[in-house]
């Protein structure tokens, strides 16, 4: 599995022949440095100094093999012709991202100015967030087989392909809504201070205005995905803020045993993380018509990807941008919030379990968790659950049915691009 | 206007032999006591609003006139209509199906969210109440499925649809009380200890955000999405109308315009948009969909009036025995808004605030002085006689059930103002 994440950049690019077909192989000990070309394209494009900040993915390996320790790919020396040919996943859909960021700031105008300062409070420029989500739903509408439309193709406009987009990305609009949603929600509940750099908005405009700014935004959304006109997507999307609210509240109410449980920590992540992306993958794939099956594996992407992301966070709340443990910012263990990184230690060492029913309050208790993590094989196994994960989500894409169109090829080939920048990616 | 309240009640029941036609008469000044027929029979059947017929601010004349509520005779009881036990059973079953449908995975968050559906606990449930009734009065038969032992299956159908609207209702409207008593540090409501004050914020703002889900999942269900759009827009409104409570500059406080918009958003809103929801899944017109939208919203605006008014009269005829919540947490309403149009420097007291208690003690004098009280009750019932006129406006049709409902209807425009408590 190691060997996987340690091979060289260099060599790769040497295979740059074989981009035309689907260069990106499924099985773990063979995909190679295949992200790290879309990775470097991805740093050095026009796109990536802009304003859309993307995760960075600079490419330092921990917990690799020693022998691989001292590789260090040289990104900035790519050819131009080998920029062009990789893909950048979050550069093929910029220009559509900044039209949804601008749509999404009027859909949350509201009437009352302190709430509308409110509800905007996270979609100003420059605050949006790593805009993920929007990033893979407008990939996944693409790579389904949807043309991006070109109204003055041909001087022929194709109006049922645009109002068929404009829906597609009502749903990354919706789903960002809820993410925020959430969010605000969240830190109100956590007492947070800062969110996205920023204050967060509970800690600038009071909790009061946090909670309503949040039931703003979330009727927001039930107004959009009223205005869709298809009530399985309804659904989906209101059944990914229960899940949230759910996954919220199995980490607030843990019993002992739940808590060391690696099934509901598992599940807690799929509803806190990787419901919502994969029910509006799912949401993509309905709305363009296609079949149970295509959206099954819609479904199974987001899914997997978001379980991949999450188990990867976790790892950097340890590691941070640092070889070693201690140095990432360790605000779950400090929370009490147990991570996989840890319920792989405990099964090593049980002994661990007796200091995590001490709670973590006592830092001397985080100290000695740490060192058993070290002693542990508890990062690496985290790494490895994590690359299954992504590598499923690969798996879902290869399945999808054969498409030539080279929209829709490439689009396909940055939705696996991403499966590899979760796992690969530093911070 | 006072002499419709304070008409008697004996002679109402006089006119029983009038029973057969609509017996509510539009006119304020003409429709007596005939809400009082309907009450006598709630008090001695199910417990519902309560409404023990004392009037206050009423002229002196009637000021002694009590009403003798437990010497009717059954036979005018039973034709007199009891709006809330025309529905009684259809509401247990809703309460059942309630609790079932926010049942949750996680053991706190299904106690959380059914803390307020707990039997005891339901509120008065006024809402599903006019909902049934509408449901009905729109023409839906109420299935009887051995009549002639033939089933109806579509209109039964139609009336879970509806119920399921109920159950909506509900669940919008208990998530709302969640998220604003957490956000006005409530510590009781409906009785017993608040949500949050029993179990913590952060759990009464969760339980909220999930029965908000729930019935947004339980929206999709009903494969409408005008209806969708209706009730979504309730959460909007209900946001608003809460923003506009804790964001007023001083010039929208003591605005008549300003409160009225902050009162529909906050209260009729809800009621309003569901008994379209009501008319649009029983396939009725536009405009018959209108006349419910504007029975519920005069219906709600004259609850709130008197609502308004209670606070601060209370079960007393004076002034001050009220709770006065609403005064000594600055929220200016209507009586005192009439009041300072009479009384301009009652308004330089309102800009000073309520947190020095002798400025609320100043407050109440000058409206004591004013006609504020009155005018509020005024205006309270000319928002129900619209909610009745809007019922009198809808299609002629002679079924009885039809009829009865339509009559419990206009009951309920007459109980809102009369209530006190």
Not at 376 to 402: M, Y
Request: net charge neutral.
């Amino acid at each position: 599995m190691l060997i996987y994440r340690g091979l060289s950049r260099i060599s790769r690019i040497s295979k740059k022949t074989s981009f035309g077909r689907r260069w990106l192989p499924s099985h773990p000990l063979l995909s190679g440095a295949s992200h790290s070309a879309a990775a470097a394209a991805a740093d050095s494009s026009v796109k990536d100094s802009g304003n859309i900040s993307l995760s960075k993915t600079r490419e330092a390996y921990s917990w690799s093999l020693p022998a691989l320790h001292g590789i260090r790919h040289q990104i900035h020396h790519q050819s131009s012709s080998v920029i062009e040919e990789q893909l950048d996943p979050f550069s093929l859909v910029a220009d559509e991202l900044s039209i949804l960021a601008k749509r999404l700031r009027s859909m949350v105008v509201a009437e009352v100015p302190k709430l509308a300062s409110a509800a905007e409070y996270f979609f100003k420029m420059g605050v949006e967030g790593k805009r993920f989500r929007p990033t893979v739903l407008l990939l996944m509408a693409t790579a389904l087989n949807v043309r991006v439309p070109e109204p003055l193709h041909d001087g022929v406009e194709d109006a049922l392909a645009t109002e068929l987009r404009t829906r597609q990305q009502c749903i990354a609009e919706i789903t960002e809504m809820i993410h925020v949603a959430s969010l605000l929600h969240d830190d109100v509940l956590d007492d947070a201070d800062t969110r996205r750099g920023i204050g967060s908005l509970n800690f600038v405009m009071g909790n009061k205005l946090a909670v309503l700014a949040g039931d703003f935004l979330l009727s927001r959304a039930c107004v959009a995905l009223a205005s869709l006109k298809n009530t399985e997507v309804v659904t989906l999307l209101a059944t990914v803020v229960e899940h949230l609210v759910t996954g919220e509240t199995m980490q607030m109410t843990t019993s002992s045993d739940q808590r060391c449980s690696m099934d509901y920590y598992m599940q807690k992540t799929y509803y806190k993380t990787a419901s919502l992306i994969s029910n509006s993958c799912k949401a993509i794939a309905l709305l363009a018509g296609q079949t149970a099956e295509v959206a099954i594996l819609a479904f199974d992407y987001g899914k997997n990807l978001g379980l991949a992301y999450q188990l990867i966070d976790d790892v950097l709340d340890f590691t941070g941008t640092s070889a070693s443990l201690g140095k990432g910012s360790l605000s779950d263990i400090r929370h009490g919030i147990i991570t996989a990184p840890i319920l792989f230690a405990m099964e090593e060492f049980p002994q661990l379990r007796t200091v995590v029913e001490q709670g973590f309050e006592d830092s001397s208790n985080v100290d000695i968790a740490l060192e058993y993590l070290g002693k542990s094989r508890g990062i690496q196994k985290t790494r490895e659950l994590a690359v299954k994960h992504a590598n499923l989500a690969a798996a879902a894409i290869d399945s999808l049915p054969e498409n030539n169109d080279e929209d829709v090829t490439k689009s396909r080939r940055a939705l696996l691009d991403l499966t590899h920048r979760v796992i690969t990616r530093n911070k």
